[in-house]
Structures are given as structure tokens and as C-alpha cells.
């Protein structure tokens, strides 16, 4: 008798169970349409006073046997559900979301692709120093093939009193070096003002770390013609990331290629720590390019070669590395840029992983 009334009980409690899951996927269809029309309206999805309103209810209708705090606390949870569930949606309808863009973007550079399954390099000093600087870096670019140079003209530095970069002269030095060279430049702007001039000079807008959130800057950078790099923030979580992409594709630029560059945690190893599972997220969540910067995320020259390694194994369209002639003298991050030579030996370690396929023989150059 005893286990026919256990079994009884639990049949009820099933039907109870199935009950409220239709109730509360009721409820998930109703704060949907909510979602729609607060979205119409331009209102905040998360309402504090109402929530606070639903709490009162629940306390003031409440029987028992739950204790009130007990109820609210499982009614906070499905609110946190319900708002979840509306963000949801808005993620689906990113225009950087592999769920609105199934097929990967393939961004074109000066003639070269990225983002088609063949993995490139860029590398450059931190900064542009002088003509001679650039000219050199740039023939051992093009000793290996490699299309793609970056420097530094204008430089957010975190003290007022370091090199903040040549600017406009940085920018043509970099043009002229590239045209000798028949390399695609990539050059950091700091400032929406400056984006109309910067399209007469670079292949590529590079927007960095400390601007990720600088929004009139993405969306000045969103209504040009031109490749966009877009770095990860220092503190900046991948839906940061993902959402600062989409300020960019929002005024039609999808041009848009990611960098995940390292975070900034309580690690003092290295300069930053690189989020290498920010690549397959990425690549997953949205479907840009993905570049690593092995240079700042780590900030020495010594983990170089294997973090380039790991970002290329775990599938990054390709890495971003800094080379000087005499990093010794160099105006910004000395610490962290190759010499020439480490450079070359760089890509001849790269090449013998397996991991780098050289673009164009030396014995062609």
C-alpha cells in the first residue's frame, strides 16, 4: 500500500512539474514579445522597479509552505532567465553572428585575402620611428613573403610623457614604404577625426585595444571603405568584443577582421595573458577573421614563437608580431619587438612546424 501511494505522489508531482514548465515557457513567450516592443521603444530590457514589483507580489500572495525569501530567490532566477532570453535574441540578430552570417567573411587586403583558410602573418616595428626604420623592416617582410606591414603613427600610450608617435609623417612613411614594397599597410587611429585622412594612406584601419569602446571611433571607422583590425580591450569580455564589432558593421563596414591581443588579469609572467580560447569563440560566435597578437599579449620576445604556434594550431587567421632593427634603441616596447634576425629565424621555425607555409620561396625574390 505504502509504495502504490509513494507512486501516486509522484505521478502528481510529474503532472505538477510539467505543469509549471508549460507555465514558465509561457511566461519565456510572453517576456519575448516584451522584449520586442521595448526594443521598438529604445527601452532598457532590465526594468528594476518592475522586478522589484513582482518581488512584492510574490510576498504578499505567498501561503506557504515556501518561505518568501525562498520563492523570490527561485522567481530572481527565472527573471535572470527571462533576461537572458531576450539578449538572446538580440545576439541572433547581429549582423557579426555566424547565426545571421553562416559563411565566413572574407576580407580583401590590397589583392590578398583573409580569412579563406590560409594563414597570413603581419609584423612591423611598435612604432614609426624614420623612413630608414620602416625600409628595413620591410625588405625582411619581403624576403619571406609576408604581405602585410603595421606600424605605429599614432600611439595611446598610458603616460602623457612617452612617445605618442609621428602621426600624419608616421602615416606617410608607411604609405611610401609600402608602395616600394608592394605591401598592404596597417596603421592604428586614435581619433574619428582622423579616419577620413587615414584612408589616404593605410590598407587597413587598426582600432586598438584602449579604443575597443571608443564608439564614435567605431562608427566613424563603420562608414568608410576600408579594412577595419579591431583589437580586443584590456578588460574587455569576448561579448564586449563582439558588440564593438557590430558598432563598426552597423554603419556598413563589414570589412571587419578581430585581434585577440591578451587581457589584463593578476598575472605579472607576462605583459597581458593571451585568451588563446578567445579564437575558436570567436571563430564560432561570429564570422570574422581572427588575428592574434602574440607581441602585446605576452610582451616578450622569448614566448614569441611558441604562442605564434599555438594561435595558428588552434585554427587564428593569422599573427601579429613586432620587429625593429635594434629594438634596443626603440622608442616604445623595446622589450618586446624581434631584431631582424630573431625575425628571420622566427618564420624559419614557424615554416619547420608545419604550422606557417611560406607565401613566396626566397629563391623566387
Given amino acids: 500500500m505504502g509504495n502504490e501511494q509513494l507512486e501516486q505522489l509522484r505521478g502528481q508531482l510529474d503532472d505538477v512539474n510539467l505543469k509549471l514548465m508549460d507555465l514558465i515557457n509561457?511566461?519565456?513567450?510572453?517576456?519575448?514579445?516584451?522584449?520586442?516592443?521595448?526594443?521598438?521603444?529604445?527601452?532598457?530590457?532590465?526594468?528594476?522597479?518592475?522586478?522589484?514589483?513582482?518581488?512584492?507580489?510574490?510576498?504578499?500572495?505567498n501561503k506557504g509552505p515556501f518561505e518568501t525569501s525562498t520563492l523570490?530567490?527561485?522567481?530572481?532566477?527565472?527573471?535572470?532567465?527571462?533576461?537572458?532570453?531576450?539578449?538572446?535574441?538580440?545576439?541572433?540578430?547581429l549582423l557579426v553572428s555566424r547565426k545571421k552570417h553562416p559563411e565566413d567573411t572574407v576580407v580583401s587586403i590590397k589583392g590578398e585575402k583573409v580569412g579563406n583558410g590560409r594563414q597570413r602573418l603581419i609584423a612591423g616595428p611598435c612604432s614609426v620611428e624614420s623612413y630608414e626604420q620602416v625600409e628595413e623592416v620591410a625588405k625582411a617582410l619581403k624576403f619571406h613573403g609576408i604581405k602585410f606591414l603595421r606600424g605605429g603613427a599614432?600611439?595611446?600610450?598610458?603616460?602623457?610623457?612617452?612617445?605618442?608617435?609621428?602621426?600624419e609623417e608616421g602615416l606617410k612613411i608607411l604609405k611610401e614604404v609600402g608602395a616600394k614594397y608592394d605591401l598592404a599597410v596597417i596603421s592604428e587611429i586614435v581619433s574619428p577625426h582622423d579616419i577620413e585622412m587615414a584612408v589616404d594612406y593605410v590598407d587597413v584601419i587598426q582600432i586598438g585595444a584602449r579604443n575597443m569602446q571608443n564608439f564614435e571611433l567605431l562608427k566613424a571607422a563603420g562608414s568608410v571603405k576600408k579594412p577595419v583590425?579591431?583589437?580586443?580591450?584590456?578588460?574587455?569580455?569576448?561579448?564586449?568584443?563582439?558588440?564593438?564589432?557590430?558598432?563598426?558593421?552597423?554603419?556598413?563596414?563589414?570589412?571587419?577582421?578581430?585581434?585577440?591581443?591578451?587581457?589584463?588579469?593578476?598575472?605579472?609572467?607576462?605583459?597581458?595573458?593571451?585568451?588563446?580560447?578567445?579564437v575558436p569563440i570567436l571563430k564560432q560566435e561570429t564570422h570574422l577573421p581572427v588575428w592574434v597578437d602574440v607581441t602585446h599579449s605576452t610582451g616578450r620576445r622569448d614566448l614569441l614563437l611558441p604562442t605564434a604556434k599555438a594561435a595558428l594550431a588552434i585554427g587564428a587567421d593569422g599573427v601579429m608580431a613586432e620587429v625593429h632593427p635594434d629594438p634596443a634603441v626603440a622608442l616604445s616596447d623595446s622589450a618586446q619587438q624581434m631584431d631582424i634576425p630573431q625575425f628571420h629565424e622566427f618564420i624559419s621555425q614557424l615554416i619547420d612546424s608545419g604550422l606557417y607555409q611560406k607565401e613566396v620561396s626566397i629563391a623566387n625574390k
Fill in 26 to 61: 509561457e511566461r519565456a513567450s510572453l517576456v519575448k514579445e516584451i522584449g520586442k516592443v521595448k526594443s521598438a521603444q529604445g527601452v532598457n530590457k532590465f526594468d528594476p522597479v518592475r522586478e522589484r514589483k513582482m518581488l512584492d507580489l510574490i510576498a504578499e500572495k
Fill in 72 to 93: 523570490q530567490h527561485i522567481f530572481k532566477q527565472i527573471f535572470k532567465a527571462s533576461l537572458e532570453l531576450q539578449e538572446d535574441d538580440h545576439r541572433k540578430a
Fill in 229 to 278: 583590425l579591431l583589437k580586443r580591450g584590456l578588460a574587455a569580455t569576448i561579448e564586449e568584443f563582439i558588440n564593438a564589432a557590430e558598432y563598426i558593421h552597423s554603419k556598413g563596414n563589414g570589412d571587419i577582421m578581430l585581434c585577440e591581443r591578451g587581457i589584463r588579469t593578476y598575472e605579472k609572467a607576462t605583459r597581458n595573458t593571451l585568451d588563446i580560447s578567445a
Fill in 154 to 167: 599614432f600611439k595611446p600610450r598610458t603616460s602623457p610623457y612617452d612617445f605618442q608617435g609621428l602621426g
